[in-house]
């Protein structure tokens, strides 16, 4: 991975309250991850699941649509996933 990559993942990591940074494929497989690797693909792979059917609904109800972010808030936690065309 990259530097910037590196330099963005330790800049969001250094917020307050964040609990881990995990960076995934289209496939939903962890590429990098700040999170011990049970953790990241037990995540990754139910993030990618809800990920996929958010874009799904999305598509369906206008099909020049998509999915730029999903926020998922909560009593205890906070799951930010902002996807792009290859991750």
Known sequence: MSQEIDDTVRRIQSHKGVMGVIIVNADGIPLKSTLDNTTSVHYASLIHSLAKKARSVIKEIDSTNDLKFLRVRSKKHE??????HNY
């Open 79 to 84: 799951i930010l996933v902002a996807p792009e």
